[in-house]
């Protein structure tokens, strides 16, 4: 990995870049994918790289979906194998929830490489590559691929990074979605039941500690944070916010001679 020096204006978006070129090079992050950040990362600038209020209110409801789940799952695809595997892990374990990778470009090299780099961060199973298999509809690429222990007989499916065709299918099944998705236009973003609009380093720890935060609440607590919650409304907030920045910032630009 590339020395970065911690005090250089752009460290941070520099070191998640450096997680992803390294995953890259071991195999198991796509060139595909590395595109799929850059349009990502587009939109972090917009929201200002920063967790919004908006997406607060999602992980909320995010963390009352998992906790009331009775058969959570946590998808996971290259990206999130190098830039979040340890709060994966954890907010598995915390949730109960099963760990599935689950890819559009699927190999069996990749699928043990994700599945390796999960179990040295303390996953103790980690489904999708060896037990039984099957597909689910209306979908055309190998993500339709899930396992009959995992994703298939989920009722609340948190899938980071995700593709629209696989949320609206999910929907489909009956099946509650949750998406970490920094586009708020994206076919996913409209098509889960919860979008967090963040991106995934900053909204996965935020969803452990609102995990921990919640835990101890009674299911009816839980329920009430769900019905409170609209998802179209969050969305519509999110843009809210980019425009209102927007025109913030070309104010600023005005004034400079």
């Known amino acids: 990995m590339t020395k970065i020096s911690p005090n250089h204006p752009r460290y941070k978006s520099l070191m998640i870049r450096e997680k992803l070129v390294e995953g890259f090079r071991e195999g198991y992050v796509v060139a595909q994918g590395l595109i799929a950040h850059g349009r990502g990362e587009c939109f972090d600038y917009l929201i200002g790289e920063d967790t919004i209020p908006p ?22 695809n290259g990206n999130a194998a ?10 598995a374990k915390l949730t109960n929830a099963k760990i599935e990778v689950n890819l559009f470009h699927r190999t ?3 699928e043990l490489k994700i599945s390796n780099v999960l179990k040295s961060y303390g996953a103790d199973e980690v489904l ?13 690429s190998d993500r339709r691929i899930v ?9 609340v499916v948190l899938v980071p990074l995700e593709d629209g065709d696989r949320t609206e299918a999910l929907r489909k099944l009956g099946k509650t ?15 889960a039941n919860i979008t967090i609009v963040d991106n995934i380093v900053r909204a996965v720890p935020k969803l452990i500690e609102e995990v921990n935060n919640l835990k101890n609440s009674t299911p009816e607590e839980l329920r009430n944070i769900l019905k409170g919650y ?9 843009l809210k916010h980019i425009l209102d920045r927007l025109y913030i910032l070309s104010k600023d630009l005005s004034t400079i001679s």
């Open 230 to 238: 609209d998802n179209n409304e969050v969305l519509k907030e999110v």
């Open 82 to 91: 190098a830039l979040v595997p340890e709060e994966i892990v954890k907010l």
């Open 147 to 155: 396992s009959v222990k995992g994703i298939y007989i989920a009722d």
């Open 177 to 191: 979605v949750i998406t970490i998705d920094l586009n708020p236009l994206s076919r996913t973003s409209r098509a």
């Open 128 to 140: 999708g590559i060896q037990e039984e298999l099957t597909t689910i509809p209306e979908i055309f």
């Open 55 to 76: 997406a607060i209110k999602s992980i909320k409801a995010a963390a009352a979906a998992l906790l009331l789940a009775k058969y959570p799952v946590i998808s996971v």
């Open 108 to 110: 069996r090299e990749r």
